[in-house]
């Protein structure tokens, strides 16, 4: 019997596919990595009996990035990146630990179908499975035959089934152009961030962003919204002026009436016109036209248009938008959230898929309606032959989605039900009018038949004052007719509806990338999202536009980009070559970068105008070990400490506030100590400035604080307040926090675990010496009189915070989550089992059965 391996994209839609197969008769396991399960069943492949291992990754397996010493910034040279920086594939999630794990599932596997996301992504993810599994599996059935994938648009029993008996083959040109523009965006993207990132920000101090990043798609996204701020800057309001006339027949109710001419910019020509009109008190009727008018249902949902109803509709933006969409695509409520096409296949059943809804309280009446009068044909859409549109798969309530996966589930089946509606008809009726010589005309619109405005009435003809009753000839009073004046109005912010529109036509990014896009560009702090979901830009991204504008425009232009993503077109096609496709457009972003580099001043003195040099920056804080002179503390992003009469500027930790150490100075370059920390809650640590940015040791990597430090004398130093490994992640080591009195702790220097422990004890220290049975540092604890926890009157007390007895009730872990096997409930003070207490010295032993766990205590 042949063992067939199974592998789809997530955990649940692993878990979906294998319930659907195996008819609800599978067995289920975790793997070796603890994120994916394994599902197991018997069934038959190719008319033959076969076990099933159906499994899953967790998105891309791997990441493209440079080597090891090409993603040190300070010692590599951004134009190197363009060609001479070799690129490698790393573990996308390395604590995944997903490679292995696809490894040892593969093994005694004859055969592999791939389950992963049908598109270009999906396609490349599945070359990245079979690179993991394909040397693990049964020499015998190694062939191509032994490749197999499956092509699904929605987890329905229909739709899956039918993908296993229709298996095809991968398609790796499509995975080739994925390849290609993760390469493209890495080098163009990192050799642009780090130049401009490391040159501004050693000028600068308010930029308030910690990264300057470009991005061939994520600029000319910037542009757009720079672009539309730039109109609205240069705008210049204009007066013009408009005529308004009212009108009434007997007792019928006044009418007001719209000047034909519409406007005039000329105040003089508009008091003409209103003479000529005040000459006559009647205004004639001169036609009265009755047109029957359609507005049209709409075409079948693809992912642009979901993304462009969910901002502009429902305040949702892209991003989220399409979390929501493919968590209840992977639960089988709708289908690929993912799709360019607007038209449903001939095969598509309209039919069942309408019945589905039929007992959904808020469109019953309107889908018993068509299913017993006949569905209309849809509208003719665009079929760009990669998956059916996005419809809804099965009946769901709030109750089960919750509030915004309801909304945007609500939208996705209004929308299917309006697409096979009726046109929503109108009958427009205009009635023209003679005053004096001037022609006003008014119109209304009454609705003859709902249609599909019934499940979309946001679409509807809004009611209006029906028009009076009149024919060619009838004459009405003139009540008043007046000159108005009114100005002309800049327009609004791009919201963010308008921009994947135009990102859309111009070809920036595809539909599933469109969301990143805009998402980078609001984190970079290049734009903010304003009231309505409109984007406006801020300093740092109008100056960045404008100056790339005045470098060389095509950086920011959708030009260049879109010429790319019709190669990469083509290379999925097979109609281009991977290889010329990325050298020819790498050429072509290298020579705009050295000339960039060329020209940066041009971008600078625009920066000049909107920032504050660094200098003048930030307030005095701690003293330079070189020149003894205060430095300034610049808590705009990236935060960090600036000498002025050195010039030299020192990187500090993200995230946290940054204060004073007590005055006290690092023994190796006489800097002051900063203490850095995360709140009243969280961890905290000195750090000395110079030895932060400059590691002093070895073993030590840039970005570590004192509690890292391995100087072996310093009273700050790992060294000297080390007291054991961390009980939960294996290279941390809890270093005792000296400032945290009277609630004293110890925090792991590698994750977020923090030990609370000796509350309101007077005094805290850890010793030289070390604990017996675990090797940890020793803790001495001064005790207050009053609340001593130690028997008669000592106050004083040694021991081991792991195995000391009379530590045993007055230790407690902290943690935000619940990873940890010692983990056993929310409030348990202390659990029986046996912990981890191995001290800082490399190769210390292991604890003793007798070795008490720390409590489990979530914060």
Same mark, same amino acid.
């Given at each position: 019997?042949?063992?067939?391996?199974?592998?789809?994209?997530?955990?649940?839609?692993?878990?979906?596919?294998?319930?659907?197969?195996?008819?609800?008769?599978?067995?289920?396991?975790?793997?070796?990595?603890?994120?994916?399960?394994?599902?197991?069943?018997?069934?038959?492949?190719?008319?033959?009996?076969?076990?099933?291992?159906?499994?899953?990754?967790?998105?891309?397996?791997?990441?493209?990035?440079?080597?090891?010493?090409?993603?040190?910034?300070?010692?590599?040279?951004?134009?190197?990146?363009?060609?001479?920086?070799?690129?490698?594939?790393?573990?996308?999630?390395?604590?995944?630990?997903?490679?292995?794990?696809?490894?040892?599932?593969?093994?005694?596997?004859?055969?592999?179908?791939?389950?992963?996301?049908?598109?270009?992504?999906?396609?490349?993810?599945?070359?990245?499975?079979?690179?993991?599994?394909?040397?693990?599996?049964?020499?015998?059935?190694?062939?191509?035959?032994?490749?197999?994938?499956?092509?699904?648009?929605?987890?329905?029993?229909?739709?899956?089934?039918?993908?296993?008996?229709?298996?095809?083959?991968?398609?790796?040109?499509?995975?080739?152009?994925?390849?290609?523009?993760?390469?493209?965006?890495?080098?163009?993207?990192?050799?642009?961030?780090?130049?401009?990132?490391?040159?501004?920000?050693?000028?600068?101090?308010?930029?308030?962003?910690?990264?300057?990043?470009?991005?061939?798609?994520?600029?000319?996204?910037?542009?757009?919204?720079?672009?539309?701020?730039?109109?609205?800057?240069?705008?210049?309001?204009?007066?013009?002026?408009?005529?308004?006339?009212?009108?009434?027949?007997?007792?019928?109710?006044?009418?007001?009436?719209?000047?034909?001419?519409?406007?005039?910019?000329?105040?003089?020509?508009?008091?003409?016109?209103?003479?000529?009109?005040?000459?006559?008190?009647?205004?004639?009727?001169?036609?009265?036209?009755?047109?029957?008018?359609?507005?049209?249902?709409?075409?079948?949902?693809?992912?642009?248009?979901?993304?462009?109803?969910?901002?502009?509709?429902?305040?949702?933006?892209?991003?989220?938008?399409?979390?929501?969409?493919?968590?209840?695509?992977?639960?089988?409520?709708?289908?690929?959230?993912?799709?360019?096409?607007?038209?449903?296949?001939?095969?598509?059943?309209?039919?069942?898929?309408?019945?589905?809804?039929?007992?959904?309280?808020?469109?019953?009446?309107?889908?018993?309606?068509?299913?017993?009068?006949?569905?209309?044909?849809?509208?003719?859409?665009?079929?760009?032959?990669?998956?059916?549109?996005?419809?809804?798969?099965?009946?769901?309530?709030?109750?089960?989605?919750?509030?915004?996966?309801?909304?945007?589930?609500?939208?996705?089946?209004?929308?299917?039900?309006?697409?096979?509606?009726?046109?929503?008809?109108?009958?427009?009726?205009?009635?023209?009018? =003679?005053?004096?010589?001037?022609?006003?005309?008014?119109?209304?619109?009454?609705?003859?038949?709902?249609?599909?405005?019934?499940?979309?009435?946001?679409?509807?003809?809004?009611?209006?004052?029906?028009?009076?009753?009149?024919?060619?000839?009838?004459?009405?009073?003139?009540?008043?007719?007046?000159?108005?004046?009114?100005?002309?109005?800049?327009?609004?912010?791009?919201?963010?509806?308008?921009?994947?529109?135009?990102?859309?036509?111009?070809?920036?990014?595809?539909?599933?990338?469109?969301?990143?896009?805009?998402?980078?560009?609001?984190?970079?702090?290049?734009?903010?999202?304003?009231?309505?979901?409109?984007?406006?830009?801020?300093?740092?991204?109008?100056?960045?536009?404008?100056?790339?504008?005045?470098?060389?425009?095509?950086?920011?232009?959708?030009?260049?980009?879109?010429?790319?993503?019709?190669?990469?077109?083509?290379?999925?096609?097979?109609?281009?070559?991977?290889?010329?496709?990325?050298?020819?457009?790498?050429?072509?972003?290298?020579?705009?970068?050295?000339?960039?580099?060329?020209?940066?001043?041009?971008?600078?003195?625009?920066?000049?105008?909107?920032?504050?040099?660094?200098?003048?920056?930030?307030?005095?804080?701690?003293?330079?070990?070189?020149?003894?002179?205060?430095?300034?503390?610049?808590?705009?992003?990236?935060?960090?400490?600036?000498?002025?009469?050195?010039?030299?500027?020192?990187?500090?930790?993200?995230?946290?506030?940054?204060?004073?150490?007590?005055?006290?100075?690092?023994?190796?370059?006489?800097?002051?100590?900063?203490?850095?920390?995360?709140?009243?809650?969280?961890?905290?640590?000195?750090?000395?400035?110079?030895?932060?940015?400059?590691?002093?040791?070895?073993?030590?990597?840039?970005?570590?604080?004192?509690?890292?430090?391995?100087?072996?004398?310093?009273?700050?130093?790992?060294?000297?307040?080390?007291?054991?490994?961390?009980?939960?992640?294996?290279?941390?080591?809890?270093?005792?926090?000296?400032?945290?009195?009277?609630?004293?702790?110890?925090?792991? =220097?590698?994750?977020?675990?923090?030990?609370?422990?000796?509350?309101?004890?007077?005094?805290?220290?850890?010793?030289?010496?070390?604990?017996?049975?675990?090797?940890?540092?020793?803790?001495?604890?001064?005790?207050?009189?009053?609340?001593?926890?130690?028997?008669?009157?000592?106050?004083?007390?040694?021991?081991?915070?792991?195995?000391?007895?009379?530590?045993?009730?007055?230790?407690?872990?902290?943690?935000?989550?619940?990873?940890?096997?010692?983990?056993?409930?929310?409030?348990?003070?202390?659990?029986?089992?046996?912990?981890?207490?191995?001290?800082?010295?490399?190769?210390?032993?292991?604890?003793?059965?007798?070795?008490?766990?720390?409590?489990?205590?979530?914060?």
């Amino acid at each position: 019997m042949r063992t067939v391996l199974m592998v789809a994209e997530k955990p649940s839609l692993a878990q979906s596919i294998a319930k659907i197969l195996s008819k609800g008769s599978c067995s289920s396991r975790k793997g070796l990595n603890g994120a994916c399960s394994v599902h197991e069943y018997v069934g038959s492949f190719s008319g033959q009996p076969a076990r099933f291992k159906m499994t899953s990754v967790c998105g891309h397996v791997m990441s493209l990035d440079f080597i090891g010493k090409y993603n040190n910034w300070d010692k590599v040279d951004p134009a190197e990146l363009f060609s001479k920086a070799p690129t490698e594939k790393k573990e996308a999630n390395p604590k995944l630990n997903m490679v292995k794990f696809l490894q040892v599932e593969a093994k005694g596997c004859d055969i592999v179908v791939l389950w992963l996301d049908c598109d270009k992504e999906g396609e490349n993810i599945c070359f990245e499975v079979l690179d993991a599994v394909q040397p693990y599996m049964n020499a015998a059935y190694r062939s191509e035959k032994s490749v197999f994938r499956a092509k699904f648009s929605s987890i329905t029993d229909t739709d899956i089934c039918n993908a296993m008996n229709s298996l095809g083959e991968p398609n790796r040109n499509e995975a080739l152009s994925v390849d290609a523009r993760q390469e493209l965006d890495l080098r163009i993207g990192c050799a642009f961030t780090r130049f401009q990132t490391k040159y501004f920000q050693g000028k600068y101090g308010n930029l308030d962003s910690s990264l300057i990043s470009f991005g061939p798609c994520q600029t000319p996204t910037l542009g757009f919204c720079v672009e539309r701020h730039d109109k609205i800057q240069s705008f210049k309001p204009e007066t013009y002026w408009v005529i308004q006339a009212k009108v009434f027949r007997g007792k019928d109710s006044p009418v007001m009436l719209d000047w034909d001419r519409v406007r005039v910019f000329d105040r003089e020509v508009g008091q003409m016109f209103v003479n000529i009109a005040r000459t006559s008190r009647e205004a004639r009727v001169e036609s009265v036209t009755k047109k029957e008018k359609a507005k049209q249902r709409p075409q079948a949902l693809n992912t642009v248009e979901m993304l462009r109803v969910a901002s502009s509709a429902l305040g949702m933006g892209p991003q989220h938008t399409m979390q929501i969409a493919e968590r209840l695509y992977i639960q089988g409520y709708i289908s690929y959230p993912r799709t360019e096409t607007t038209h449903y296949p001939e095969n598509f059943d309209l039919k069942g898929t309408l019945r589905q809804q039929a007992n959904n309280p808020f469109w019953s009446d309107t889908v018993k309606a068509l299913l017993s009068e006949g569905l209309n044909r849809p509208r003719k859409g665009a079929d760009v032959g990669d998956h059916p549109p996005i419809t809804p798969m099965r009946a769901a309530s709030e109750n089960e989605l919750g509030s915004d996966g309801w909304r945007l589930y609500e939208y996705i089946t209004r929308h299917f039900i309006a697409t096979i509606s009726q046109d929503c008809k109108y009958l427009q009726t205009t009635i023209s009018f =003679n005053i004096g010589s001037e022609a006003f005309s008014c119109s209304g619109k009454t609705l003859i038949s709902a249609g599909f405005t019934e499940v979309m009435p946001w679409q509807g003809i809004p009611e209006e004052e029906s028009l009076p009753t009149c024919d060619r000839g009838d004459v009405f009073t003139v009540d008043e007719v007046k000159l108005l004046e009114k100005q002309t109005h800049p327009p609004d912010y791009l919201t963010e509806a308008e921009l994947i529109t135009l990102m859309e036509k111009h070809g920036i990014g595809t539909d599933a990338s469109i969301p990143v896009h805009i998402n980078n560009v609001c984190q970079r702090n290049y734009v903010t999202v304003e009231t309505g979901r409109r984007l406006k830009p801020t300093n740092l991204g109008i100056v960045l536009v404008h100056g790339y504008y005045k470098i060389d425009a095509e950086l920011v232009l959708p030009t260049i980009r879109s010429a790319v993503e019709k190669q990469l077109n083509l290379i999925a096609q097979g109609k281009a070559n991977f290889q010329q496709v990325l050298q020819h457009t790498l050429d072509i972003f290298k020579r705009k970068f050295h000339y960039f580099f060329d020209s940066i001043a041009g971008m600078d003195d625009l920066m000049e105008v909107s920032f504050s040099p660094i200098a003048a920056t930030g307030k005095p804080l701690s003293r330079c070990g070189k020149c003894h002179r205060f430095m300034k503390y610049i808590q705009a992003k990236p935060s960090r400490l600036h000498c002025s009469h050195c010039d030299e500027t020192y990187s500090l930790p993200q995230n946290g506030a940054i204060k004073l150490y007590k005055e006290l100075r690092c023994p190796l370059d006489d800097f002051e100590l900063v203490l850095w920390t995360s709140g009243p809650r969280g961890k905290s640590y000195p750090l000395c400035p110079y030895c932060f940015s400059n590691p002093p040791f070895r073993d030590m990597k840039k970005g570590m604080g004192c509690n890292e430090c391995t100087h072996p004398s310093c009273q700050h130093s790992l060294n000297a307040l080390g007291i054991g490994q961390c009980v939960e992640c294996e290279t941390g080591v809890l270093v005792f926090d000296p400032t945290s009195g009277p609630k004293w702790r110890m925090a792991c =220097n590698r994750c977020n675990v923090a030990v609370h422990f000796f509350e309101h004890a007077h005094k805290v220290g850890v010793s030289a010496e070390s604990c017996d049975v675990c090797e940890a540092s020793l803790v001495v604890v001064d005790f207050n009189k009053a609340r001593s926890p130690l028997p008669g009157d000592e106050t004083q007390h040694t021991g081991c915070v792991f195995c000391d007895a009379v530590f045993q009730d007055l230790v407690e872990l902290k943690h935000a989550t619940m990873r940890h096997p010692m983990h056993r409930g929310g409030q348990a003070r202390r659990q029986g089992g046996r912990g981890r207490g191995r001290g800082r010295r490399p190769g210390g032993k292991k604890p003793k059965d007798k070795m008490a766990a720390l409590a489990a205590y979530f914060v």
